[in-house]
């Protein structure tokens, strides 16, 4: 688990070493609220609300640039549990960017693994993305997630937790077009049984193959309300 | 009263009653070396398990308990006290292979008729009685136990409508003596 996480760090620093001074940057803040329902059959249902807004941008040669833009995502999901701890999910995205509706279809099987000293979630996920003035893509996606105790060995009511994203995406568009590698620490507060709350950083570097790349620095909130 | 007012009016109350809807059954902390009762603390020094002990005071609907936590030679030991440092159990965590083949079978039986589906995620030997027998117990193999174990396992398993985490424990010979659920927290944030 530890040699995951280390090999990621490698590469984020790697790719940092090495990035010329052609590549790009952006940075802002994200915000996620996810509401569950559960529903007979172990059905799920999910909506979840996403802000992105981006506060500036630049390059690594020193130019800089304020380019504030808004997007707004809407995700709809239905999951079914087919055994204990394992789900698979199917999924909706619309995305307005600046007036251009983006449309996305999800799948997706994710497991999780209880461990003796914290929780190891595992997805498989695959997203195909079009709209009037996008090129149609299909993204595959392989994300390991851990979810870390702060007190005791697990997470109860009102207490903290660490998590830390690690997800890999390949694009295909017209052919291979690139990969992307994210890494995303988070500190999270359990309210509740089914509800919690989550702040990080979440790290992106896009086109890590080629250049110029593309890094990518946001400050994320999470809230997930799961409604019995 | 605006838009946005409404909308976090509305968030705020689905907030503070889904925290009053919790339901706690078991919580542990971690706590100094300096707050174990000594007995406690001299009864788990005299097993000689030799390795690094973490100590923890944990809540339940059966009242304040310290546990001792400890890797030993490959296996994760837990020794429960009461809150006067009194020796409760050691348990010791091993997989469900290593119980006796037709215990097991028994075992499994019973988590099939219980369960449509299940998938165990601990299994612990628990072993009770005085002191001595105890210590004899550690260092004995599975089988040549001088006190035999009873075994605590957790199970996470699906019903009809739900999935579920539950407690049980069996006796030596495969009875199920006690049937506990455990308060279930949503994976979501692992999950998508």
Redesign the interface.
Known sequence: MNKVFIISFFLLNVTLSFSQDISTYRYGIRGNA?I?K?????WTG?I?LRGIGQIGSGDFSGSRERLPNETLELFI?G?K?L???T?V?FGYTGSDFGGDLIHRFNQ?Y?W?T?L?HF?L?Q?IALDETFGKSSIFRIRARYRI?A?FPL???????NELYL?VNNEYLGILRNGFDGAEVRLIPML?M???????I?LGLDNRINNIFANPRDFQFWAVA?W????? | MSIHSLLLAVLFSILVLSTQAQVKIEREYRIKEKFVPQQAQQFFDSLALQSKVKWYSEKSDLGQRIEAKTKFQGEYYSVRFDRTGTFLDLQVQRSLKTIDSLTQQAIVHSLNTQFKKWKVDKVQFQYQGSFEQVKQSVYAATDESVIPPSYEIDVTALTEDDQDIYQLLYSHSGDMLKKSIFATYSMTNLEF
């Open positions: 996810n569950s559960c529903f007979e059959k172990n999910t979840r999901w999951s549990r055994k204990p701890n789900k999910a997706q994710s999780v209880p003796q929780t979630g997805r997630n979810q007190s005791g060995q697990a997470v109860n009511d998590k999270g359990q309210l509740g049984n089914q509800n919690k989550e999470n997930y309300l799961t409604l019995e």
